[in-house]
């Protein structure tokens, strides 16, 4: 059984669209977190919830929605797509505490906006 | 703020050869370190991590000492193979607010290793 389970993996679509990328984990972890990862490999966190509750917010456009049915699903909704959003998404998950354990990530979703 | 600052890559070695990709961190207090490895086309898989100053994390032969004196956490390797070709992360775990923590990443460096 796949651990952190994103779908879907590729996604190309047309500028102005809106579209919505699932997340899921099977590991009874408390919070979970999106990340995106840009053409150069940069990886820069987005959003983290924990048992349904926002954590993290960084500075993300409004344009993009998390939504946490509950805390095994967390997934990410795009409005009016920009050429720019463009990237390889990741969802994660990890106990609550990062301190003394990991992350473990989804295969990411390659969303291209044309 | 915290940050995490990688070697940039590409490096390229060939088979058998030694690796070390460097990697330093500002950060207030004392922060658990990470290396993450990304292989093509996959997620991230944690490589190894310390959460101490002068811990050592291994895996797979892979090292890394938790340096608080000189705020690093290189990445060694004595023997390269072709399979250890992928993109390598350093990372931080920064508490924020709350309790919460979350992962600070480098900017990653990719391997390529040749026979």
């Known amino acids: 059984d796949t651990a952190v389970s994103q779908t879907p993996k590729y996604l190309v679509t047309q500028m102005g669209n809106d579209k919505s990328i699932k997340c899921e984990q099977n590991?009874?972890?408390?919070?979970m977190y999106w990340y995106k990862q840009d053409s150069k490999k940069f990886l820069k966190i987005m959003f983290s919830?924990?048992?349904?509750?926002?954590?993290i917010n960084e500075t993300v456009p409004n344009r993009f929605s998390p939504k946490s049915p509950d805390k095994a699903h967390l997934n990410l909704h795009i409005n009016s797509l920009e050429l720019g959003d463009s990237a390889v998404y990741f969802c994660?998950?990890?106990?609550?505490?990062?301190?003394?354990?990991?992350?473990?990530f989804g295969q990411g979703t390659r969303l291209t906006v044309v | 703020g915290d940050s995490v600052t990688q070697m940039e890559g590409p490096v390229t070695l060939s088979e058998e050869a030694c690796l070390t990709i460097?990697?330093?961190?500002?950060?207030?207090?004392?922060?658990?370190l990470f290396w993450y490895v990304q292989y093509p086309g996959e997620g991230l898989q944690l490589l190894l991590k310390?959460?101490?100053?002068?811990d050592k994390g291994s895996n797979k032969g892979f090292e890394a000492t938790y340096r608080k004196e000189t705020t690093s956490f290189h990445l060694e390797k004595g023997s390269v193979q072709v399979s250890d070709s992928a993109v390598y992360f350093c990372?931080?775990?920064?508490?924020?607010?709350?309790?919460?923590?979350?992962?600070?990443f480098g900017a990653g460096t990719r391997l390529a290793v040749h026979p």
């Open positions: 994660a998950s990890s106990p609550l505490r990062l301190m003394n354990t990991e992350a473990f």
């Open positions: 590991l009874g972890h408390d919070t």
């Open positions: 919830y924990n048992n349904k509750e926002l954590i």
């Open positions: 460097n990697c330093t961190y500002t950060a207030t207090g004392y922060p658990s």
């Open positions: 310390a959460t101490k100053a002068d």
């Open positions: 990372a931080l775990s920064r508490v924020i607010s709350g309790g919460y923590n979350k992962l600070i």
